[in-house]
């Protein structure tokens, strides 16, 4: 390994890509922008970023792209179809690699599939490690008290407005599994209709599940649904809980679902849309309850922080905890979080 960290972003052209690029340059860290397209990775990547091109179907040519980095961070989806073949190719490379899925399907199967892998190879692979699925394992992580049972934990997100990238769209037609929550300690699905994720009929069979929700200005009074993303996976994994749940706000899924809801356009130097974002995390356990929050703006763009501070606390361990893990387990989420409140890439309440 380089003594001095090396990035390798793979997707490095598309939406969330070109803002984990960004932050990793903004730290200082030497990137490697990596993608299927060598014309839309010289569009996207500035000359200072060294580029390679290499597709999923050329596994050889894929971990020469990786060779020399430390992380690799994966950011193009679908990841049900993404996420194996370059997570091998980062542990043949000696790399770890750190995807940002917000499909449970994906995060389960990088789990299961990958730990002996990892573990051979000495690295850690990390799925689901960005806003979806990572941010709210460091909430309920941080505040959930050690070694003792959970009861439940209640993760409630709410977007004023959700424009959805195209990746966001070639996901959701993709991802049809059922959706999964915890009851009773074991992952089962929400329900057949409430699986469908996008049609009338889930959001029927999951309203009555999902209680109205009070955040703060601006979002304020939110009627939600339940939607469970990632961090059902996330949080099971490594938490003791007897049962999860996950919502999200009627408004946003509305914006999602409808087709000619916008892409995100940016309204700042660093390419950030106007959207903004809440996410709480109620966790109850020995008869108590205890909340975490996280507020930002732009649930794509906080996915770079989030990931690139995973990739920097990953590196700094010692010793480097082999296998497929997730981030809670990984890093100190309080330290964690608390370092992204203090470079103003979050605001955190614990």
């Not at 000359?47 to 290499?54: F, K, L, Q």
């Not at 070694?147 to 424009?163: C, K, N, Q, R, S």
């Not at 959706?179 to 699905?189: A, K």
């Not at 649904?225 to 938490?239: I, K, N, Q, W, Y």
Request: proline share 7%; hydrophobic share 50%; with cysteine.
């Amino acid at each position: 390994m380089s003594t001095f960290p090396t990035l390798a972003v793979y997707g490095a052209s598309g939406h969330t890509g070109r803002f984990v690029v960004q932050e990793a340059q903004r730290r200082g860290l030497a990137v490697v922008a990596v993608g299927r397209d060598a014309a839309r990775l010289a569009a996207a990547a500035p000359g200072a970023v060294a580029r390679r091109e290499a597709g999923l179907d050329e596994p050889e040519r894929l971990a020469q792209a990786f060779a020399g980095c430390d992380v690799v961070i994966h950011t193009a989806g679908p990841f049900m179809d993404t996420a194996e073949p370059v997570a091998l190719a980062a542990l043949r490379a000696g790399c770890h690699c750190i995807d940002v899925t917000a499909e449970q399907p994906s995060a389960l199967a990088t789990l299961a599939h990958l730990d002996a892998p990892a573990r051979a190879a000495g690295r850690v692979v990390l799925p689901a490690a960005g806003f979806y699925g990572g941010l709210a394992d460091l909430l309920a992580t941080a505040v959930v008290q050690p070694g003792a049972p959970v009861d439940e934990v209640t993760v409630a997100t709410a977007l004023d407005h959700w424009w959805p990238t195209e990746g966001t769209r070639l996901t959701g037609a993709r991802n049809t599994a059922p959706r999964q929550v915890v009851e009773q300690g074991r992952l089962v699905p929400l329900g057949a209709a409430a699986g469908a994720a996008a049609g009338a009929a889930a959001d029927a069979a999951a309203d009555a599940d999902a209680p109205d929700w009070l955040f703060g200005e601006p979002l304020g009074h939110q009627p939600m649904v339940a939607l469970p993303f990632s961090e059902v996976v996330t949080l099971h994994h490594h938490l003791p809980v007897r049962r999860i749940r996950s919502l999200l706000n009627r408004a946003a899924l509305d914006d999602v679902r409808r087709p000619d809801t916008p892409a995100p356009a940016a309204v700042d130097a660093s390419g950030r849309s106007a959207q903004r974002f809440e996410m709480v995390v109620q966790v109850r356990q020995g008869g108590g309850v205890q909340e975490a929050r996280a507020r930002g703006q732009d649930i794509y763009a906080v996915t770079a922080p989030l990931v690139v501070e995973a990739a920097q606390r990953l590196l700094a361990a010692r010793p480097v905890p082999g296998g497929a893990r997730v981030l809670g387990q990984v890093v100190d989420a309080r330290a964690m979080l608390q370092a992204l409140h203090g470079a103003r890439a979050l605001e955190v309440a614990l």
